[in-house]
């Protein structure tokens, strides 16, 4: 007995010593974490005094977003300490603001593009900051872009500049666009691992990679529509720009080979030949010239220049402040995937959101709402419930005015279709009316290894629907119905919000992907515009004499951030790199494929996405 007691003291004193050591861990931790975030955002330099004839140096660093993550100032710690760019991501209204207040601003001579560290950025994106560009050169300021070398989307924000300049040993690395996935059907049937997929929509393709190993002709030709829309586009705007037929641009990259044999292997020259650019330069040679357009200083070894961050000091920024006795528009940003409950950095948490919209709702201030979409979808509930707090702010009186950025498709129109008006980029990425539901079972892979799994329930639905059991018929049944039932509703939603027969919905329904240009020839979209044009026309429904925008912001609390920490840290490390070889391209690949499974699923397992993500899309 004397045994016993001693050993269950013993245990106890050491459950004690783990937990006062866990706490002290713990509590260093925070401590050492609130210090980092205090460093991080209380030292810092005053604004620097702005010379006349300065350069302004363009150079967006990572992701570009529509409005920054919650804890992005505690991210940019954690990189500054991991030897990261500060800058992991760069709001699109700051490049705009920027590049839009410069263009009045006679102290700044000149625009100088260094895309090097632009980080993943969409195509609707690119655009509007190249509208801002050309805007800028209407001030009758020049624009150089000057780099080592330029990947497919930085040469096409190079391609607005009036001159563009390549290092001799740096390349130009145009390939075209395409989606490429990874298909796991194989490997499912190897693992014996059943997936119970229900849809409706022939071209509903999400869960297309567990049920072939290969992408299907009906998936095939729905991309293709888009994707050479897209491409053609893309191939206009550089060849506007630049002064070149899109048949060059395609026979640059189709014949590539030929063209280097000719050069002698020589990338840049190549370039030169095709008309891309306008001169091989080196860095030396680079600053001279900038210098003798710019002007200089320290007895003319400088030229004056000043980055785009140390310029966001000098400015104030677009939809930050509220006008004083004045009413506004509310800009609310939804960007990432549709989950129920809170969600966590890079997803739209539908709770959180109908916060925001509350706020808008409540806010006698704020007469019109902008929701500002970019986004693929995700679970259907969630959608739906978003949507029934937006109905409350249009019976409150509010218009909603949705700004679709580089996609808006499946969940995301679902929950857009009420809405007064709809305006999209060309290149938007919507549609896709269709919904899924999904359920993998795992009793034959445990049958392999000698596990089995039984038991009795007081009715058939006891116990049934688990991954480690088969999956019962009539459970199958429900499913399908249900899932059926969920896509009868979304084309009532659509048909009745965009006020188009049912028929045609169906038409154009069935999961089908399009392209901005073809949503508004279709219906689905009023009309091209961008945050701003949809600001204006907010508040031309609301009745107000000017566009006053203001962004509906509702923080996490501090408790909610450090919880959502380690989420964010993870996916920090996994875009810049920073993990074990393990984690290739292939696996951030997979990760975007199966992103919208983790976190909160939809609690019906009816989803509606789109799975066309950055991941899996080579732009």
């Not at 002064?243 to 000719?262: H, W």
């Not at 710019?294 to 785009?308: D, L, V, Y």
């Not at 500002?372 to 978003?386: K, P, Q, T, W, Y």
């Not at 391209?585 to 990760?591: D, F, G, S």
Request: charged share 20%.
């Amino acid at each position: 007995m004397k045994k016993a007691f001693t050993f269950i003291a013993v245990f106890f004193i050491w459950i004690w010593k783990i937990f006062k050591t866990g706490t002290l861990i713990a509590s260093n931790l925070l401590i050492l974490l609130f210090f980092v975030v205090l460093i991080a955002l209380v030292v810092g330099h005053p604004a620097k005094k702005i010379p006349n004839q300065t350069a302004l140096i363009l150079n967006p660093e990572g992701n570009i977003v529509e409005q920054r993550s919650a804890l992005d100032p505690i991210a940019r710690a954690v990189n500054s300490f991991a030897g990261v760019s500060k800058h992991e991501e760069t709001p699109l209204q700051d490049i705009l603001d920027v590049i839009n207040t410069a263009a009045g601003d006679d102290r700044i001579r000149m625009l100088v593009l260094s895309p090097s560290h632009l980080g993943r950025v969409g195509f609707n994106q690119l655009r509007d900051i190249g509208r801002a560009i050309d805007n800028f050169k209407e001030s009758g300021k020049v624009v150089i872009a000057a780099d080592d070398s330029y990947t497919q989307t930085q040469y096409y924000l190079a391609s607005y500049a009036d001159e563009i300049y390549l290092n001799p040993m740096g390349t130009i690395a145009l390939h075209g666009f395409g989606v490429f996935r990874l298909y796991f059907k194989e490997m499912l049937d190897k693992l014996r691992i059943r997936f119970h997929v229900f849809r409706v929509g022939t071209f509903k393709s999400a869960l297309e990679p567990v049920l072939r190993n290969n992408m299907s002709d009906a998936a095939r030709e729905a991309n293709r529509q888009w994707l050479d829309r897209l491409w053609n586009t893309f191939c206009a705007d550089i060849g506007k720009q630049r002064g070149i037929t899109p048949l060059l641009i395609n026979d640059f990259i189709n014949s590539m080979d030929v063209r280097l044999k000719k050069t002698g292997g020589d990338n840049a020259l190549m370039a030169l030949n095709a008309g891309l650019i306008d001169g091989i330069k080196t860095r030396r040679q680079v600053e001279e010239y900038l210098q003798s357009v710019a002007g200089g200083n320290n007895g003319g070894k400088k030229f004056n220049h000043i980055s785009m961050y140390e310029y966001l000091k000098h400015i104030t920024p677009s939809y930050s402040t509220r006008p004083k006795n004045s009413s506004s528009v509310g800009i609310i940003v939804a960007q990432g995937n549709i989950v129920p409950g809170e969600g966590v950095v890079g997803q739209i948490g539908a709770e959180k959101l109908i916060r925001q919209i509350k706020t808008a709702r409540k806010d006698n201030s704020v007469k019109a709402v902008v929701l500002r979409i970019d986004s693929g979808g995700g679970s259907a509930f969630a959608s739906e419930l978003i949507r029934q707090e937006l109905l409350r702010l249009h019976q409150a009186g509010k218009p909603l005015v949705v700004s679709m950025g580089s996609m808006a498709a499946s969940g995301a129109y679902w929950l857009s279709a009420d809405a007064d008006t709809i305006l999209a980029s060309p290149v938007t990425l919507t549609g896709s009316i269709g919904i899924f539901g999904a359920l993998p079972t795992f009793d034959q892979t445990l049958a392999t290894i000698g596990v089995h799994d039984d038991g009795i329930g007081t009715t058939t639905m006891a116990g049934a629907v688990s991954p480690v059991r088969p999956l019962p018929t009539n459970i199958a049944n429900a499913l399908q119905l249900g899932v059926e039932h969920g896509y009868r509703q979304f084309i009532d939603i659509v048909a009745k919000g965009r006020k188009l027969p049912q028929e045609r919905v169906e038409e154009i329904a069935e999961g089908r992907v399009w392209d901005g240009k073809s949503a508004i020839d279709l219906g689905l979209v009023d009309a091209e515009g961008s945050l701003n044009e949809a600001v204006s026309r907010a508040a031309e429904l609301a009745g107000l004499t000017a566009p006053n925008g203001i962004y509906i912001n509702r923080p996490a609390s501090f408790l909610k951030n450090l919880q959502q920490f380690g989420h964010m840290t993870f996916t920090t490390m996994l875009s810049n790199n920073l993990l074990p070889s393990a984690w290739t391209a292939t696996a951030k690949q997979l990760k975007a494929q199966l992103d919208f499974f983790q976190q909160q699923p939809d609690p019906a397992n009816l989803y509606a996405f789109c799975l066309l993500s950055p991941g899996s899309i080579a732009f």
